[in-house]
T-cell receptor
Framework: GNSVTQMEGPVTLSEEAFLTINCTYT??????LFWYVQYPGEGLQLLLK?????DKGSNKGFEATYRKETTSFHLEKGSVQVSDSAVYFC??????????????FGQGTRLTINP | EAQVTQNPRYLITVTGKKLTVTCSQN?????MSWYRQDPGLGLRQIYY???????DKGDVPEGYKVSRKEKRNFPLILESPSPNQTSLYFC????????????FGPGTRLLVL
């Protein structure tokens, strides 16, 4: 079946530190991969995505590369800010069969950045 | 502004009292979906709809109903809520042309006593 595993949280860093949040997946075929971010009290927003192997998604200084050989999509940022404090979700969308669009989510990683 | 709206945002109810959470999108999306978010479990899909009058079960449909009479609306119905349905609920919508972004509503936090 399809599943996503994220590193356990919570993660606490100081401002300007380097961030990595690990994400690995299990899927049949060629899924699309996503990172969503949830700020306190808000819904999920798409942060970045990658639709095929070796694609790199990037947005707001965050990056993630679709690694088919290691079935991973790790999220990285070179210098985090206090405003990056949020819950981050890794997700996959299985290869589309008959129009199915379900997202399969990891359990989420809570990130706190201290000034 | 493109958005998905949900109402109410917060709801406290008692076991067995029927409730409806509304969801509406203004992007003319064909696909809509409901998820619930629980600690340590991420988001799990409850029901989805590929278009008007076309709905199907997700991974955790027990205790829920949905309807899709209009393209923009996708209400979630709890006929007889139970405490294990206490959760944070998200509605989402998406177009079906290519690999499109799925947009989420702000969430509805439900407490069933």
């Amino acid at each position: 079946g399809n599943s996503v595993t994220q590193m356990e949280g919570p993660v606490t860093l100081s401002e300007e530190a380097f961030l990595t949040i690990n994400c690995t997946y299990t899927a049949t075929g060629y899924p699309s991969l996503f990172w969503y971010v949830q700020y306190p009290g808000e819904g999920l927003q798409l942060l970045l995505k990658a639709t095929k192997a070796d694609d790199k998604g990037s947005n707001k200084g965050f990056e993630a590369t679709y690694r088919k050989e290691t079935t991973s999509f790790h999220l990285e940022k070179g210098s985090v800010q206090v405003s990056d404090s949020a819950v981050y979700f890794c997700a996959l969308r299985p290869y589309i069969i008959q129009g199915a669009q379900k997202l399969v989510f990891g359990q989420g990683t809570r990130l706190t950045i201290n000034p | 502004e493109a958005q998905v709206t949900q109402n109410p945002r917060y709801l406290i109810t008692v076991t067995g009292k029927k409730l409806t959470v509304t969801c509406s999108q203004n992007m003319n999306h064909e696909y809509m979906s409901w998820y619930r978010q629980d600690p340590g479990l991420g988001l799990r899909q409850i029901y989805y709809s590929m278009n008007v009058e076309v709905t199907d079960k997700g991974d955790v449909p027990e205790g829920y109903k949905v309807s899709r009479k209009e393209k923009r609306n996708f209400p979630l119905i709890l006929e007889s809520p139970s405490p294990n349905q206490t959760s944070l609920y998200f509605c989402a919508s998406q177009g079906l042309a290519g690999v499109e972004t799925q947009y989420f509503g702000p969430g509805t936090r439900l407490l069933v006593l």
